[in-house]
């Protein structure tokens, strides 16, 4: 446990310097820009904007099965960033929560769920990009002219995010070891297939 915590501090170190620097290139960038006039100056219209358009993904949504994917993964990697604090913690203590929240089986839940939606999201993305290939459509695809190398890189990658986030789960799971008793249903199942029971009838760990 020692030495998994010192090595999590030297990378948490080694990322915060390049974070920190993309971080001050940003706000630079952003600081280097005029005044947005004529911009939403209503504090009480400024925060429904967001509301709507950034949280409710309004305008997406007018494209049905694209606009539900985003939101899948919009959503999903909202909810998922509580994983990541539990992870982070995890360096130091085995079953690491969120204060307060985190051994509430309806936080394991969701981070399943949304976990799940973010795949189905992925799965929804890569059948529209198939579907409407400029390779075989030209002009008439929805994505001519746009970087589909990239964009598939990016699903992937999307992918390898949740595929081991859920992989660590299991683990988590056959070791008892994940912050809630209950909730986190996807986990649980996969985590049984590294779990067996022993002759009493209870299930023993070995992964």
């Known amino acids: 446990m020692l030495l998994r915590a010192l090595v999590g501090l030297a990378i948490t170190v080694f990322v915060l310097v390049f974070a920190g620097k993309r971080l001050w290139y940003l706000v630079s960038l952003a600081r280097a820009g ?6 939403l100056v209503d504090p009480t219209a400024r925060v429904t904007a967001e509301a709507t358009e950034v949280l409710g993904q309004k305008k997406l949504l007018k494209w049905t099965v694209p606009g539900l994917a985003h939101v899948f993964a919009f959503w999903g990697f909202l909810v998922l960033g509580l994983t990541i604090l539990e992870t982070y913690g995890a360096l130091f203590i085995e ?8 051994g509430w089986p309806i936080i394991g839940f969701l981070e399943d769920l949304f976990g799940l939606l973010v795949l189905v999201g ?10 409407n290939n ?3 459509l030209g002009r008439a695809s929805r994505f001519f002219g746009s970087h589909t190398k990239g964009a598939w890189l990016i699903l992937f990658m999307i992918f390898l995010v949740v595929a081991t986030l859920f992989w660590y789960r299991a683990a988590q799971s056959a070791l008892g070891n994940l912050p809630f008793e209950s909730g986190a249903f996807f986990s649980d199942w996969l985590g049984s297939f ?14």
């Open 194 to 207: 590294g779990s067996r029971p022993s002759a009493s009838g209870r299930r023993s760990r070995w992964c």
């Open 134 to 136: 400029p390779a075989n």
């Open 34 to 39: 005029k005044p947005a006039t004529g911009r």
């Open 122 to 131: 992925i799965a929804i993305f890569a059948y529209l990009r198939l579907t």
């Open 95 to 102: 079953d690491f929560g969120v204060p307060v929240v985190g």
